[in-house]
Protein backbone atom coordinates (compact mmCIF):
# COMPACT_ATOMS: atom_id res chain seq x y z
CA UNK A 1 0.00 0.00 0.00
CA UNK A 2 2.69 2.98 0.70
CA UNK A 3 5.50 3.73 -1.41
CA UNK A 4 3.43 3.23 -4.53
CA UNK A 5 1.48 5.05 -7.15
CA UNK A 6 -2.22 5.04 -6.54
CA UNK A 7 -4.43 2.10 -7.97
CA UNK A 8 -7.64 0.41 -8.00
CA UNK A 9 -7.93 -3.09 -6.31
CA UNK A 10 -10.86 -5.10 -8.22
CA UNK A 11 -11.71 -8.23 -6.25
CA UNK A 12 -14.45 -10.39 -8.27
CA UNK A 13 -15.81 -13.77 -7.42
CA UNK A 14 -18.54 -15.47 -9.74
CA UNK A 15 -19.74 -18.62 -10.84
CA UNK A 16 -17.39 -20.47 -12.78
CA UNK A 17 -17.72 -20.41 -17.01
CA UNK A 18 -16.00 -19.75 -19.87
CA UNK A 19 -15.16 -15.96 -20.51
CA UNK A 20 -14.77 -14.26 -17.68
CA UNK A 21 -11.04 -13.26 -17.81
CA UNK A 22 -11.50 -12.14 -21.55
CA UNK A 23 -14.33 -9.87 -19.97
CA UNK A 24 -12.82 -8.07 -17.61
CA UNK A 25 -9.58 -8.12 -19.35
CA UNK A 26 -11.75 -5.98 -22.71
CA UNK A 27 -13.49 -3.89 -19.57
CA UNK A 28 -10.09 -2.50 -18.34
CA UNK A 29 -8.39 -2.16 -21.89
CA UNK A 30 -11.04 -0.31 -22.63
CA UNK A 31 -10.66 1.73 -20.51
CA UNK A 32 -7.02 2.33 -20.67
CA UNK A 33 -6.32 0.19 -17.46
CA UNK A 34 -2.60 -0.63 -17.13
CA UNK A 35 -2.91 -4.13 -14.84
CA UNK A 36 0.69 -4.72 -12.74
CA UNK A 37 -1.18 -7.79 -10.72
CA UNK A 38 -4.03 -10.34 -11.35
CA UNK A 39 -4.48 -13.59 -9.58
CA UNK A 40 -7.19 -16.35 -10.48
CA UNK A 41 -8.17 -19.21 -9.05
CA UNK A 42 -11.59 -21.60 -9.44
CA UNK A 43 -13.22 -23.57 -6.67
CA UNK A 44 -13.99 -27.21 -8.19
CA UNK A 45 -15.81 -28.01 -4.47
CA UNK A 46 -18.27 -24.80 -5.26
CA UNK A 47 -17.66 -24.34 -8.89
CA UNK A 48 -16.48 -20.88 -8.19
CA UNK A 49 -14.01 -18.59 -9.94
CA UNK A 50 -11.91 -15.81 -7.83
CA UNK A 51 -9.88 -13.20 -9.27
CA UNK A 52 -7.91 -10.02 -8.20
CA UNK A 53 -6.82 -7.27 -10.49
CA UNK A 54 -4.81 -4.32 -9.81
CA UNK A 55 -4.35 -0.93 -11.99
CA UNK A 56 -2.83 2.03 -12.19
CA UNK A 57 -5.51 4.41 -10.97
CA UNK A 58 -4.07 7.50 -13.63
CA UNK A 59 -4.38 4.84 -16.37
CA UNK A 60 -7.71 4.51 -16.05
CA UNK A 61 -10.32 7.35 -17.85
CA UNK A 62 -12.85 6.76 -15.27
CA UNK A 63 -12.95 8.48 -11.77
CA UNK A 64 -13.65 5.70 -9.16
CA UNK A 65 -17.35 6.12 -8.91
CA UNK A 66 -17.55 6.38 -12.63
CA UNK A 67 -15.63 3.09 -12.32
CA UNK A 68 -17.71 0.89 -10.13
CA UNK A 69 -20.47 1.92 -11.98
CA UNK A 70 -19.29 0.46 -15.26
CA UNK A 71 -18.09 -2.53 -13.99
CA UNK A 72 -21.28 -3.93 -12.57
CA UNK A 73 -22.80 -3.80 -15.70
CA UNK A 74 -19.82 -6.55 -16.39
CA UNK A 75 -20.23 -8.14 -13.12
CA UNK A 76 -23.89 -8.64 -13.67
CA UNK A 77 -23.33 -10.65 -16.62
CA UNK A 78 -22.31 -13.30 -14.66
CA UNK A 79 -25.01 -14.48 -12.23
CA UNK A 80 -25.22 -17.74 -11.83
CA UNK A 81 -28.11 -20.17 -13.19
CA UNK A 82 -29.66 -20.58 -10.18
CA UNK A 83 -30.08 -16.77 -9.46
CA UNK A 84 -26.52 -16.74 -7.07
CA UNK A 85 -25.21 -12.91 -7.87
CA UNK A 86 -21.07 -12.10 -8.27
CA UNK A 87 -19.54 -10.55 -5.10
CA UNK A 88 -16.92 -7.77 -6.09
CA UNK A 89 -15.63 -4.71 -4.58
CA UNK A 90 -13.48 -2.18 -6.33
CA UNK A 91 -11.03 -0.19 -3.68
CA UNK A 92 -8.37 2.69 -3.80
CA UNK A 93 -5.03 2.27 -2.01
CA UNK A 94 -5.02 6.23 -2.35
CA UNK A 95 -7.83 5.96 0.39
CA UNK A 96 -5.96 5.31 3.63
CA UNK A 97 -7.27 2.53 5.61
CA UNK A 98 -9.05 3.22 8.97
CA UNK A 99 -8.41 0.71 12.35
CA UNK A 100 -10.57 0.56 15.40
CA UNK A 101 -8.79 -1.88 17.94
CA UNK A 102 -10.61 -3.55 20.53
CA UNK A 103 -8.42 -5.39 23.75
CA UNK A 104 -8.78 -6.30 27.19
CA UNK A 105 -5.78 -6.98 29.44
CA UNK A 106 -3.12 -8.41 27.79
CA UNK A 107 -1.09 -6.27 25.51
CA UNK A 108 0.75 -8.72 23.18
CA UNK A 109 -0.99 -8.18 20.35
CA UNK A 110 -1.77 -4.33 20.97
CA UNK A 111 1.94 -3.26 20.96
CA UNK A 112 2.78 -5.41 17.96
CA UNK A 113 0.36 -3.44 15.84
CA UNK A 114 1.58 -0.27 17.06
CA UNK A 115 5.21 -0.84 16.54
CA UNK A 116 4.53 -1.47 12.82
CA UNK A 117 2.50 1.75 12.30
CA UNK A 118 4.82 3.93 14.32
CA UNK A 119 7.78 1.76 11.94
CA UNK A 120 5.79 2.77 9.12
CA UNK A 121 5.74 -1.05 8.15
CA UNK A 122 1.71 -1.10 8.52
CA UNK A 123 0.14 2.02 6.82
CA UNK A 124 -2.80 2.63 8.35
CA UNK A 125 -4.56 5.03 10.02
CA UNK A 126 -5.55 3.62 13.77
CA UNK A 127 -8.31 5.74 15.23
CA UNK A 128 -8.97 4.57 18.27
CA UNK A 129 -8.53 1.61 20.51
CA UNK A 130 -11.54 0.18 23.08
CA UNK A 131 -10.50 -1.79 26.03
CA UNK A 132 -12.83 -3.00 28.53
CA UNK A 133 -10.09 -2.88 31.04
CA UNK A 134 -8.25 0.63 31.82
CA UNK A 135 -4.57 -1.14 31.87
CA UNK A 136 -3.99 -0.65 27.92
CA UNK A 137 -4.84 3.27 28.48
CA UNK A 138 -0.99 4.80 28.51
CA UNK A 139 0.15 2.84 25.83
CA UNK A 140 -2.43 3.97 23.69
CA UNK A 141 -2.92 7.02 24.36
CA UNK A 142 1.72 7.23 24.05
CA UNK A 143 1.32 6.70 20.45
CA UNK A 144 -1.06 9.27 20.04
CA UNK A 145 -4.65 7.62 19.93
CA UNK A 146 -7.81 7.98 21.93
CA UNK A 147 -8.50 5.18 24.27
CA UNK A 148 -11.84 4.50 25.33
CA UNK A 149 -12.47 2.13 28.66
CA UNK A 150 -15.96 0.67 28.45
CA UNK A 151 -16.51 -1.65 30.97
CA UNK A 152 -18.25 -4.58 30.67
CA UNK A 153 -19.67 -5.52 34.41
CA UNK A 154 -19.97 -8.98 34.97
CA UNK A 155 -23.28 -11.01 35.89
CA UNK A 156 -25.36 -8.39 34.13
CA UNK A 157 -26.99 -9.05 31.05
CA UNK A 158 -28.79 -5.43 30.57
CA UNK A 159 -25.41 -3.46 31.71
CA UNK A 160 -23.25 -5.55 29.17
CA UNK A 161 -25.65 -5.14 26.19
CA UNK A 162 -25.60 -1.44 26.98
CA UNK A 163 -21.37 -1.62 26.97
CA UNK A 164 -21.27 -3.05 23.38
CA UNK A 165 -24.34 -0.37 22.25
CA UNK A 166 -21.45 1.91 23.25
CA UNK A 167 -18.73 -0.20 22.13
CA UNK A 168 -21.02 0.08 18.88
CA UNK A 169 -21.33 3.56 18.53
CA UNK A 170 -17.44 4.71 19.46
CA UNK A 171 -16.43 2.28 16.31
CA UNK A 172 -18.92 3.50 14.05
CA UNK A 173 -18.12 6.92 14.74
CA UNK A 174 -15.06 6.13 12.40
CA UNK A 175 -16.54 3.85 9.74
CA UNK A 176 -13.56 1.24 9.67
CA UNK A 177 -11.82 -0.80 7.41
CA UNK A 178 -11.21 -3.27 9.95
CA UNK A 179 -12.32 -3.78 13.56
CA UNK A 180 -9.45 -5.98 15.01
CA UNK A 181 -10.33 -7.39 18.37
CA UNK A 182 -6.60 -7.90 19.24
CA UNK A 183 -7.11 -10.24 22.34
CA UNK A 184 -10.43 -8.77 23.77
CA UNK A 185 -11.96 -11.08 25.85
CA UNK A 186 -15.17 -10.31 25.53
CA UNK A 187 -17.94 -12.76 23.03
CA UNK A 188 -19.71 -10.19 20.58
CA UNK A 189 -23.30 -10.37 19.69
CA UNK A 190 -24.63 -11.49 16.93
CA UNK A 191 -26.57 -8.34 16.12
CA UNK A 192 -22.30 -7.00 16.20
CA UNK A 193 -21.21 -9.58 14.33
CA UNK A 194 -23.43 -9.58 11.31
CA UNK A 195 -22.88 -5.82 11.58
CA UNK A 196 -19.74 -5.87 11.24
CA UNK A 197 -19.62 -8.71 9.20
CA UNK A 198 -16.40 -9.25 6.95
CA UNK A 199 -14.32 -6.37 8.78
CA UNK A 200 -14.20 -7.81 12.03
CA UNK A 201 -10.92 -9.40 12.97
CA UNK A 202 -10.38 -11.78 15.52
CA UNK A 203 -7.43 -13.48 16.98
CA UNK A 204 -6.94 -17.17 19.05
CA UNK A 205 -4.85 -19.77 20.36
CA UNK A 206 -4.86 -23.38 18.31
CA UNK A 207 -5.66 -25.08 21.50
CA UNK A 208 -9.28 -25.03 21.01
CA UNK A 209 -11.25 -26.94 20.80
CA UNK A 210 -9.16 -29.70 22.70
CA UNK A 211 -8.37 -27.54 25.79
CA UNK A 212 -11.06 -24.86 26.53
CA UNK A 213 -11.74 -23.29 29.55
CA UNK A 214 -9.22 -21.67 31.38
CA UNK A 215 -5.22 -21.87 31.80
CA UNK A 216 -5.26 -23.50 27.86
CA UNK A 217 -0.89 -23.49 28.35
CA UNK A 218 -0.95 -25.51 31.59
CA UNK A 219 -3.26 -27.92 29.92
CA UNK A 220 -1.39 -28.46 27.03
CA UNK A 221 1.66 -28.54 29.24
CA UNK A 222 0.27 -31.24 31.03
CA UNK A 223 -0.67 -33.72 27.71
CA UNK A 224 2.76 -32.59 26.32
CA UNK A 225 1.91 -30.62 23.02
CA UNK A 226 4.66 -29.97 20.49
CA UNK A 227 3.03 -27.12 18.60
CA UNK A 228 1.55 -23.91 19.53
CA UNK A 229 -0.21 -22.11 16.57
CA UNK A 230 -2.65 -19.30 16.20
CA UNK A 231 -5.80 -18.48 13.98
CA UNK A 232 -6.84 -15.33 12.50
CA UNK A 233 -10.65 -15.25 11.51
CA UNK A 234 -13.35 -13.61 10.45
CA UNK A 235 -15.97 -13.10 13.53
CA UNK A 236 -19.30 -14.68 12.92
CA UNK A 237 -22.01 -15.79 15.66
CA UNK A 238 -20.54 -19.07 15.72
CA UNK A 239 -17.82 -18.24 18.28
CA UNK A 240 -14.28 -18.82 17.06
CA UNK A 241 -15.57 -20.68 13.72
CA UNK A 242 -15.35 -17.84 10.85
CA UNK A 243 -13.58 -18.01 8.01
CA UNK A 244 -10.39 -18.14 8.22
CA UNK A 245 -7.73 -15.36 6.91
CA UNK A 246 -4.27 -16.77 8.54
CA UNK A 247 -2.71 -19.56 10.94
CA UNK A 248 0.90 -20.25 12.18
CA UNK A 249 2.85 -23.10 14.36
CA UNK A 250 5.66 -22.46 16.22
CA UNK A 251 7.44 -25.71 17.81
CA UNK A 252 7.32 -26.63 21.60
CA UNK A 253 10.47 -28.07 22.86
CA UNK A 254 10.09 -31.18 25.75
CA UNK A 255 12.14 -28.47 28.13
CA UNK A 256 9.56 -25.79 27.93
CA UNK A 257 7.87 -24.60 30.79
CA UNK A 258 4.32 -23.04 30.92
CA UNK A 259 5.88 -19.68 31.04
CA UNK A 260 8.07 -20.60 27.73
CA UNK A 261 4.42 -21.97 25.92
CA UNK A 262 2.70 -18.69 26.82
CA UNK A 263 5.67 -16.30 25.59
CA UNK A 264 5.52 -18.51 22.13
CA UNK A 265 1.96 -18.49 21.98
CA UNK A 266 1.96 -15.01 21.94
CA UNK A 267 4.84 -14.32 19.32
CA UNK A 268 2.64 -16.33 17.23
CA UNK A 269 -0.23 -14.73 17.81
CA UNK A 270 1.11 -11.33 17.22
CA UNK A 271 2.83 -12.51 13.63
CA UNK A 272 -0.53 -14.45 12.73
CA UNK A 273 -2.62 -11.28 13.55
CA UNK A 274 -0.14 -8.85 11.34
CA UNK A 275 -0.47 -11.20 8.38
CA UNK A 276 -4.04 -11.69 9.01
CA UNK A 277 -4.90 -7.72 8.98
CA UNK A 278 -2.36 -7.04 6.32
CA UNK A 279 -4.17 -8.88 3.47
CA UNK A 280 -7.47 -7.89 4.65
CA UNK A 281 -6.38 -4.28 4.51
CA UNK A 282 -5.01 -4.87 0.88
CA UNK A 283 -8.25 -6.74 0.14
CA UNK A 284 -6.26 -10.07 -0.93
CA UNK A 285 -9.14 -12.07 0.81
CA UNK A 286 -11.96 -12.76 -0.89
CA UNK A 287 -14.63 -15.26 1.38
CA UNK A 288 -17.04 -17.21 -0.09
CA UNK A 289 -19.44 -19.16 2.52
CA UNK A 290 -17.30 -20.55 5.25
CA UNK A 291 -13.48 -20.53 3.46
CA UNK A 292 -11.13 -17.87 2.08
CA UNK A 293 -9.26 -17.29 -0.78
CA UNK A 294 -6.13 -15.07 -0.35
CA UNK A 295 -4.51 -13.71 -3.19
Not at 1 to 8: G, K
Not at 11 to 28: E, H, K, N, Y
Not at 155 to 182: I, N, W, Y
Not at 248 to 270: L, N, Q, S, Y
Amino acid sequence: MPSQERRYVITFGCPDRTGIVAAISSFLADAGGWIVEAAYHTDPDTNWFFTRQVVRADSVSYDLPALRTAFADVAARFAGPDGSQPAWRIADTGQRRRVVLAVSKEPHCLYDILGRVAAGELDVDVRAVIGNHAELGPITEAHGIPFHHVPFPAGSPQAKASAFERMRELVDEHDPHAVVLARFMQVLPPELCAHWAGRALNIHHSFLPSFMGARPYHQAHLRGVKLIGATCHYVTADLDAGPIVEQDVIRVAHGDTVPDMVRKGRDIEKIVLARGLRWHLENRVLVHGNRTVIF
